[in-house]
């Protein structure tokens, strides 16, 4: 049944943070799993009350069908987390977090800022289920309810985001639901808010959007179409981009960045991995 209290995105892009925490939630349950998400089951149980069960049923479908790589790849954003505050980052930038409970779950330092930011339908879901499990963040949490096409810094700076404290910006799996020039539009904006030493993190995937399994997430998020179209995210040439804005990059292959963890790469794809850029 229906919980009134929580509004459930069961369409659009908000959607998709669903099928991230059903991946997270499958992880956290495995014996070797590569992270533990508690929270990812009590989101996942909220969200169940508001679907109609064929359309979940496709929802958990999907999540099956990306869960290696995704969960893989949210393991090696928390290290990317940690690393980068280990190094000076004194503040975290998720863009289209999602129901992303890192805060909660990585034991940041206690004076570390990390700002959640995603559209509104997102939050007014994801806070309830937050506070009916009385979830208390290891660190400064701030939440930016605001769309990334639009005055999404003026609600970052509201929150308090400070651009001379070196920065984590991280871009998993939101730029790549924008079109190229509202993606570019996000990167130029990181790029006059970082200050010298801020780092940007982004996947570079060859991502075959005929795919069935693409094709199937295009028709479950429905009132978006656009989503997933080779024509959004930063693109192939991030790196360019980045370095003739002030970036300096690093690329790290997928497969030698997943071997420590001892679960199947995604076949040997040149050109796949993350480009870590870094603010000079
Ligand atoms: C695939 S989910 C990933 C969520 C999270 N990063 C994770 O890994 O669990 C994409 C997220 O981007 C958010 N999103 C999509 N378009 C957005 C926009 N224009 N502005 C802000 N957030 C957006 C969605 O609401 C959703 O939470």
């Not at 289209?96 to 409970?101: K, M």
Request: net charge negative.
């Amino acid at each position: 049944m229906t919980d009134p209290s929580v509004h459930v995105p069961t369409a659009g892009v908000a959607m998709t943070a669903i099928g991230v925490a059903l991946i997270r939630e499958r992880e956290s349950r495995r014996p070797d799993r590569l992270y533990d998400d508690p929270l990812a089951a009590a989101f996942v149980a909220a969200a169940r009350t508001g679907f109609d069960p064929r359309r979940w049923a496709r929802l958990e479908e999907l999540a099956d069908q990306f869960f290696e790589g995704r969960s893989l790849a949210v393991r090696v954003v928390d290290d990317s987390v940690t690393e980068a505050v280990a190094q000076g980052c004194g503040q975290i930038v998720l863009l289209g977090a999602g129901l992303d409970t890192r805060v909660f779950r990585l034991g940041l330092p206690a004076e570390t800022v990390f700002f959640e930011v995603d559209l509104p339908e997102l939050f007014e879901f994801k806070e309830p289920v937050l506070a009916a499990h009385d979830a208390r963040p290891d660190c400064v949490r701030r939440v930016v309810s605001a769309d990334l096409r639009g005055d999404w810094a003026g609600a970052l700076a509201g929150q308090g985001f400070g651009p001379g404290v070196p920065t984590l910006w991280v871009d998993e799996g939101v730029l790549n639901y924008l079109p190229r020039n509202d993606a570019h539009a996000v990167a130029e904006t990181i790029t006059g808010l970082s200050a010298p030493g801020s780092r940007f993190g982004i996947g570079r995937f060859e991502v075959d959007s005929a795919a069935p399994q693409y094709r199937a997430l295009r028709e479950l998020v429905a009132d978006d179409s656009a989503a997933v179209r080779p024509v959004n995210g930063l693109g192939p040439d991030s790196e360019s981009w980045f370095a003739e804005h002030g970036w300096r990059t690093v690329f790290r292959a997928w497969n030698d960045l997943v071997a420590p963890y001892g679960r199947p790469g995604m076949g040997d794809v040149p050109g796949m991995g993350t480009v870590l850029a870094i603010r000079e």
